[in-house]
């Protein structure tokens, strides 16, 4: 009888360790799946300011920015790339006007959830090379993320670092400049450069 009642007990110790593995593994895997999910940000596509924008940050942008646009026709222009994370939200403003774009490129502008303008800059469109003209990186300052700004870089742009690049066989219409922007002293700010080749 003593047999049968150790084979028993080693049969239960057995099951109890099998189960606790087992719950062990199931919280481990939920637990990396929902690290990795809060370190992937969360771009959204461009989207209907008037759709995607608080309202009132939606006027002030407006206000701020480009004064004319205040009907409702020209509202509806006004493209939004809400930028949500664990960190602060963050919306981007493209404001596809001719009125508001010359020689650099168009405007687009940077707000903070509360309505502080935190960049603005004018930038080329990538469509063409099938870049995002803004992506955003995996590190964040003062509670922002920072965001990474792609950009074409023409002929006319190159200077003697692009002319080594070219003379090697480069293509100056595949050369992308990259632009890492972090929030630093209330406003964001240019922390690294660099430039990649873009294959088609």
């Not at 008037?50 to 004064?67: F, K, S």
Request: net charge positive; glycine share 6%; with cysteine.
């Amino acid at each position: 009888m003593v047999l049968p009642s150790l084979i028993f007990r080693w049969n239960r110790n057995k099951t109890r360790l099998l189960i606790g593995v087992s719950l062990g593994l199931i919280c481990l895997s939920v637990g990396l799946v929902g690290l990795m999910n809060a370190q992937k940000p969360n771009l959204a596509t461009w989207q209907s300011a008037t759709v995607a924008a608080p309202q009132e940050l939606l006027r002030l942008v407006v206000r701020q920015n480009y004064p004319v646009a205040e009907n409702a026709t020209t509202l509806k222009q006004i493209q939004v790339l809400p930028i949500s994370t664990q960190s602060k939200p963050l919306y981007v403003f493209d404001f596809r006007s001719p009125d508001l774009c010359g020689r650099g490129g168009c405007l687009f502008a940077v707000y903070t959830a509360t309505g502080k303008s935190v960049l603005r800059l004018l930038l080329s469109p990538l469509s063409s090379l099938n870049v995002p003209l803004f992506s955003v990186s995996s590190q964040t300052l003062s509670g922002y993320p920072c965001l990474v700004i792609s950009q074409p870089i023409s002929q006319n742009q190159s200077n003697q670092l692009f002319s080594s690049i070219l003379n090697k066989g480069g293509n100056s219409q595949s050369l992308i400049s990259q632009n890492l922007y972090c929030y630093s002293r209330e406003e964001f700010t240019l922390f690294n450069h660099w430039i990649t080749e873009h294959r088609s």
